[in-house]
């Protein structure tokens, strides 16, 4: 079975400050890890993924992950917020070899001016 | 952008009635999802398929029913609407080969119950 936690329904941040929105996972083999982005009214794109090449993985808009096996996590983080950045975030898991994606359950950031 | 189509994208329904929401998929994947998105929920799973006439309940499959009769069709069927069903529901597929395993989502169908 698998598993994604994403700690703080709801995060603000000050426009130019550091991103950093956490997720850990549970899995019982090496997984894929995703994060995804949905804007207002809008669905979810991909923002980046982690397969295994490398444990920083670089996405779309200046957002980043680390994958650290030690600690189950796959935080995200951009260190500039800007105010395009406000948006909710999920984070995904999947083991691979054809099973399905699990999403946690979101985390919404706020920027302030 | 994958090719994921959700039909309706809006539909106002009475309580008690059947509503049926397609989605269609022109990737060849191999699941496909149905997920309610509520403030304060997140994104929650209804059912899902892996295959025609392949499916799985979700955490939240009480009230809904689904069917796959084609690997690019996937139907999910409010069988008696009711008012707490009043959602934003999306589509996604997904295909597990390789590193290829992220999801893709559609653009969702707003649905409310009166």
């Known amino acids: 079975a698998q598993s994604v936690t994403q700690l703080g329904s709801h995060v603000s941040v000050s426009e130019g400050a550091l991103v950093l929105l956490r997720c850990n996972y549970s899995?019982?083999?090496?997984?894929?890890l995703f994060w995804y982005v949905q804007y207002p009214n809008q669905g979810l794109q991909l923002l980046l993924k982690?397969?295994?090449?490398?444990?920083l993985v670089k996405g779309i808009n200046g957002f980043e992950a680390e994958f650290k096996k030690s600690e189950t996590s796959f935080h995200l983080t951009k260190p500039s917020a800007h105010m395009r950045d406000a948006a909710e975030y999920f984070c995904a898991v999947s083991p691979g070899g054809y099973q399905k994606v699990t999403f946690g359950t979101g985390t919404k950031l706020q920027v302030i001016p | 952008d994958a090719g994921i189509t959700q039909s309706p994208r809006h539909k106002v329904t009475e309580t008690g009635t059947p509503v049926t929401l397609r989605c269609h998929q022109t990737?060849?994947?191999?699941?496909m999802y149905w997920y309610r998105q509520d403030p304060g929920h997140g994104l929650r799973l209804i059912h899902y398929s892996y295959g025609v006439k392949d499916t799985d309940k979700g955490e939240v499959s009480d009230g809904y029913s689904v069917s796959r009769s084609k690997t690019e069709d996937f139907l999910l069927t409010l069988e008696s609407a009711t008012s707490s069903q009043t959602s934003v529901y999306f589509c996604?597929?997904?295909?597990?080969?390789?590193?290829?395993?992220?999801?893709?989502f559609g653009q969702g169908t707003r649905l409310t119950v009166v």
């Open positions: 982690y397969t295994s090449a490398a444990t």
């Open positions: 996604a597929i997904s295909d597990g080969e390789g590193v290829n395993t992220e999801a893709f």
């Open positions: 990737e060849n994947h191999r699941y």
């Open positions: 899995s019982s083999v090496p997984p894929y």
